[in-house]
């Protein structure tokens, strides 16, 4: 490698370290895609056991303007759960959209309440029983909403935790204890990369063709 080609590296390493931290972390058109791992509760039970469920997905966020957001995650969950007679596990595939509010978008730490919409397909299966079906598989509509918390150790990069109450349309989940829907609290952890609009870009060069001259 060239002294000169080291020289670019660093000059464009030295230009992203200083002139990022001036376009705010959820400017406008950036767009982060990342992983997402998620922990949820059944709440409602009724005389149902049902265990923690764990499942993960891909996510993506972009900023429609600053201070608006959108969010949408894909994603596989499970959950297990015991009645007197038999032990069901329901796997459920969930895409989902969020439009957030992001309270300090310039800052490291970015607080943003939210609301959510998700279209499911759940499938509950009897395990004592071999796998056949519990009940009907069926698809589902939920709603959420809570408060997030995105970190950003620099402006490519951000880690989220996303708490969301979650009503489903359904009482099969867990098993129809009642005649109520079924709802329950999950607990998102997502790492996401950010690719930049063409605002950004175009300074990055400009400020490097300076830096050259």
Request: aromatic letters at 14%; a neutral charge; hydrophobic letters at 40%.
């Given at each position: 490698?060239?002294?000169?080609?080291?020289?670019?590296?660093?000059?464009?390493?030295?230009?992203?370290l200083?002139?990022?931290?001036?376009?705010?972390?959820?400017?406008?058109?950036?767009?982060?895609?990342?992983?997402?791992?998620?922990?949820?509760?059944?709440?409602?039970?009724?005389?149902?056991?049902?265990?923690?469920?764990?499942?993960?997905?891909?996510?993506?966020?972009v900023?429609?303007?600053?201070?608006?957001?959108?969010?949408?995650?894909?994603?596989?969950?499970?959950?297990?759960?015991?009645?007197?007679?038999?032990?069901?596990?329901?796997d459920?595939?969930?895409?989902?959209?969020?439009?957030?509010?992001?309270?300090?978008?310039?800052?490291?730490?970015?607080?943003?309440?939210?609301?959510?919409?998700?279209?499911?397909?759940?499938?509950?299966?009897?395990?004592?029983?071999?796998?056949?079906p519990?009940?009907?598989?069926?698809?589902?509509?939920?709603?959420?909403?809570?408060v997030?918390?995105?970190?950003?150790?620099?402006?490519?990069?951000?880690v989220?935790?996303?708490?969301?109450?979650?009503?489903?349309?359904?009482?099969?989940?867990?098993g129809?204890?009642?005649?109520?829907?079924?709802?329950?609290?999950?607990?998102?952890?997502?790492?996401?990369?950010?690719?930049?609009n063409?605002?950004?870009?175009?300074?990055?060069?400009?400020?490097?063709?300076?830096?050259?001259?």
């Amino acid at each position: 490698m060239s002294i000169s080609s080291i020289r670019l590296y660093i000059s464009i390493f030295l230009i992203i370290l200083f002139v990022a931290p001036v376009v705010g972390q959820t400017k406008y058109g950036k767009l982060g895609v990342g992983v997402d791992f998620s922990m949820l509760q059944i709440l409602g039970a009724g005389s149902v056991n049902a265990s923690p469920g764990f499942g993960g997905g891909i996510n993506m966020s972009v900023s429609v303007i600053e201070g608006i957001g959108i969010r949408s995650k894909f994603s596989l969950n499970q959950i297990k759960w015991d009645t007197e007679d038999k032990s069901v596990k329901t796997d459920f595939m969930s895409l989902n959209f969020y439009l957030s509010g992001d309270l300090m978008p310039n800052s490291n730490l970015n607080v943003f309440p939210f609301i959510g919409i998700g279209f499911v397909s759940y499938d509950p299966k009897d395990e004592i029983s071999g796998g056949r079906p519990a009940y009907e598989s069926s698809f589902d509509t939920h709603f959420s909403s809570g408060v997030g918390l995105d970190y950003f150790p620099n402006e490519f990069w951000s880690v989220t935790l996303m708490p969301e109450y979650v009503i489903t349309g359904s009482r099969y989940y867990n098993g129809p204890a009642d005649t109520g829907k079924d709802s329950f609290l999950r607990i998102n952890i997502q790492a996401r990369y950010y690719f930049f609009n063409q605002s950004f870009i175009t300074k990055l060069l400009e400020t490097l063709r300076s830096r050259k001259k």
